[in-house]
């Protein structure tokens, strides 16, 4: 299992100029720090060739504009092959490609026509929305830098870089499903650098 810390990019700029132009809050528009963890289904060894890897991130990021704020999380998925290209004393470099799935959601509150008082809780239900975009999958395309620092090969320090190339593009929906169908188009393309500690 190994646990990383991620800057990321998602190319997501048409929708980001959108919410510009409706002078709304952005976020997840430059970028940001995110996390994510990874499941080894086989371990790293001298004798490893193959590393399949299920792997599970996140990026999530709030914003205030004046009354409204906005909290935007991607959420991504994936089964990645790996191949162990090169191992030289504990030390692994291993590509991989593999399949995925991203959720990307905005939750926007506008803080001036919040309820203040109970029953107008139950009255009012203007003051959030949320868009979102589902089922967007991707091609995972990775290269791992690993060296072990225990010299056993049971806990290691690496270097990740992965990116995701869109296989499909969905308009944004509302929060019960339903098309928005002049959005901007997403797809899951999304850039990652970051650090990762593997303990197997």
Do not use: C
Not at 10 to 16: A, G, P, R, W
Not at 69 to 98: M, R
Not at 169 to 183: C, I, V
């Amino acid at each position: 299992v190994s646990v990383n810390i991620n800057a990321t990019k998602f190319d997501n700029s048409e929708f980001i100029n959108s919410l510009k132009q409706q002078n709304l809050p952005v976020a997840i528009d430059k970028e940001s720090i995110g996390f994510s963890s990874n499941i080894y289904l086989s371990k790293l060894r001298p004798e490893a060739k193959i590393i399949p890897v299920i792997g599970l991130a996140i990026a999530s990021e709030k914003k205030n504009d004046q009354n409204i704020s906005v909290n935007a999380t991607a959420v991504s998925n994936d089964y990645t092959i790996h191949y162990v290209l090169w191992n030289h004393k504990e030390q692994y470099f291993y590509p991989g490609i593999g399949f995925g799935w991203m959720q990307y959601k905005y939750s926007f509150v506008n803080h001036a026509s919040a309820p203040t008082s109970y029953p107008e809780s139950l009255e009012n239900f203007t003051g959030e929305r949320n868009i979102q975009s589902d089922d967007l999958t991707y091609l995972n395309i990775a290269a791992n830098y690993d060296f072990s620092i225990d010299k056993s090969d049971n806990l290691f320090l690496g270097l990740r870089i992965s990116y995701h190339l869109g296989l499909n593009n969905k308009h944004l929906q509302s929060s019960d499903g339903t098309a928005l169908e002049q959005s901007p188009k997403l797809k899951a393309n999304l850039l990652s650098v970051g650090v990762a500690l593997t303990v197997q």
